[in-house]
């Protein structure tokens, strides 16, 4: 019975290129000069500081552009609230999100059931899911209708058997 697994995965080397490389562009740009703007890696989360909210928002778009082009999608990230620090500065923490959580588990299982097509099922197992069809076709409609649907978190597709 040909098979497949649905999982959400960051690729941590390309989210540490574009976090250095964001920070190497606030260093050197002229509009950045001066509003002690940085932003660093964590675990799982990337910290951001600036002098101004507009600066931040000015720095989060710097961020999302080095995401962008190093193709990791801006789904992983979940912004939290924008806090007030010492000096009138803000900052905001921005959480890496990996792997697929019970609920939304339970969500992407109640829309490929509701797809209706015949002989598929689907497992959670873990931080992933397992889909299992009869006809290979069936699976690449769910395959489709997955990408189409939006999740809010970003999916990718391996294992494929036949």
């Given amino acids: ?46 910290n951001l500081a600036s002098a101004s909210e507009d600066r931040l928002a000015a720095l989060r778009q710097v961020l999302e552009e080095k995401l962008v082009r190093r193709k990791v999608s801006l789904k992983v990230l979940d912004y939290g609230e924008i806090e007030p620090a010492s000096g009138g500065a803000v900052r905001q923490t921005a959480r890496l999100q990996a792997g697929i959580g019970s609920e939304k588990a339970k969500e992407l299982n109640k829309f490929i059931k509701g797809l209706g097509l015949k002989g598929v099922q689907s497992s959670t197992q873990g931080e992933q899911l397992r889909v299992q069809g009869k006809k290979r076709d069936h699976l690449q409609t769910v395959i489709a209708k997955l990408k189409d649907g939006d999740f809010g978190i970003p999916l990718q597709f391996s294992n494929f058997r036949d």
């Fill in 1 to 46: 019975m040909p098979t497949f697994d649905v999982v959400s995965e960051v690729d941590d080397q390309e989210v540490r290129n574009a976090v250095d490389q964001a920070a190497r562009e606030v260093s050197q740009r002229y509009d950045f000069k001066n509003t002690d703007t940085s932003v660093a890696l964590g675990d799982d989360v990337i």
